[in-house]
């Protein structure tokens, strides 16, 4: 249990640093747009030291899926709480551009940010692994340099699995968007999970650009190029179709609806069928 104890304290750790950041950066509102690197440097922090328990906690410290699964969905809600309106998810940061709801300057600040964050997520983990708490961090910090890669599949079936997997996280996204976050944070930390989970032996489901940058890009076994491909072209063009499935059209393209016939809002007066009906 030493090692789950280290664990926890570590993730209160991170979480208590990214909080102070967000209340810093929420003090100057032309840097709002670094609140995402607190919750992205959150996200990727507290994900690697999941992704170590799952790699070796299960057999040097006897720690079961149950429990990482458990611990990972627990990492998800409170990222959704402490982050507030900070996703730490480039994609979701160009879904608000392609629907009119960012210009072009602050969409880029905001990736910038989270790619930011995502890497001194990183480091972060990497020099906790170094202190070389617990035996099983003991381990890790001796297989970082060899770290394994979350693509276990070719790039071709990686791409459809994370393609599959984004379209239905933002096709979820953009169901909940208008309802309470009491309602809206648990079902998208519970499908992040079930996905991440189910597709474990695959690409583990990230449909975030950052955070597979953070998790994965760095180990060995695929080019940069193909790490691209599976995690960032995917997660870019599952959110676009899940758009234009979810609206039948992209706002900042197209403003016809492509996919669904619209209503007219004008209905023909009363007195106007009676007079019909009459002649």
């Known amino acids: 249990?030493?090692?789950?104890?280290?664990?926890?304290?570590y993730f209160l750790a991170v979480v208590i640093f990214a909080t102070l950041l967000r209340m810093l950066f929420n003090k100057w509102p032309r840097l709002h747009?670094?609140?995402?690197?607190?919750?992205?440097?959150?996200?990727v922090a507290c994900?690697?030291?999941?992704?170590?328990?799952v790699e070796v906690g299960e057999w040097a410290g006897g720690l079961g899926p149950d429990v990482t699964a458990t611990?990972?969905?627990?990492?998800?809600?409170?990222?959704?709480?402490?982050?507030?309106?900070?996703?730490?998810?480039p994609s979701l940061a160009v879904?608000?551009?392609?629907?009119?709801?960012?210009?072009?300057?602050?969409?880029?600040?905001?990736?910038?940010?989270?790619?930011?964050?995502?890497?001194?997520?990183?480091?972060?983990?990497?020099?906790?692994?170094?202190?070389?708490?617990?035996?099983?961090?003991?381990?890790?910090n001796l297989m970082s340099s060899e770290c394994s890669t979350s693509l276990q599949v070719p790039?071709?079936?990686?791409?459809?699995?994370?393609?599959?997997?984004?379209?239905?996280?933002?096709?979820?996204?953009?169901?909940?968007?208008?309802?309470?976050?009491?309602?809206?944070?648990?079902?998208?930390?519970?499908?992040?999970?079930?996905?991440?989970?189910?597709?474990?032996?695959?690409?583990?489901?990230?449909?975030?650009?950052?955070l597979a940058y953070g998790l994965t890009f760095h180990c060995p076994g695929f080019t940069f190029t193909e790490y691209a491909v599976v995690y960032w072209l995917s997660s870019l063009t599952g959110m676009t179709l899940a758009l234009l499935l979810y609206m039948g059209h992209i706002p900042r393209m197209f403003t016809k609806n492509l996919l669904y016939?619209?209503?007219?809002?004008?209905?023909?007066?009363?007195?106007?069928k009676a007079e019909k009906k009459k002649m």
């Not at 747009?33 to 959150?42: K, L, N, T, V």
């Not at 969905?73 to 959704?80: K, M």
């Open 261 to 272: 016939l619209q209503k007219t809002r004008f209905r023909v007066p009363k007195g106007d």
């Open 155 to 210: 790039v071709l079936q990686g791409f459809s699995t994370e393609l599959l997997c984004a379209i239905v996280f933002h096709l979820l996204c953009l169901s909940l968007k208008r309802r309470s976050a009491l309602i809206g944070l648990p079902l998208v930390a519970l499908l992040r999970t079930l996905l991440s989970h189910s597709a474990r032996r695959y690409t583990s489901a990230y449909m975030n650009p950052s």
């Open 33 to 43: 747009f670094m609140a995402e690197f607190a919750s992205s440097f959150m996200l």
């Open 95 to 140: 879904q608000k551009f392609l629907q009119l709801e960012d210009s072009p300057l602050p969409t880029l600040l905001t990736v910038a940010a989270q790619f930011l964050g995502s890497h001194a997520g990183f480091l972060a983990a990497g020099f906790y692994w170094r202190l070389e708490l617990t035996d099983m961090h003991m381990i890790k």
């Open 71 to 89: 611990m990972l969905l627990v990492v998800l809600l409170t990222h959704g709480v402490i982050s507030g309106g900070a996703s730490g998810n």
């Open 1 to 9: 249990m030493s090692g789950l104890n280290a664990s926890l304290g």
């Open 47 to 53: 994900w690697l030291e999941v992704q170590t328990i």
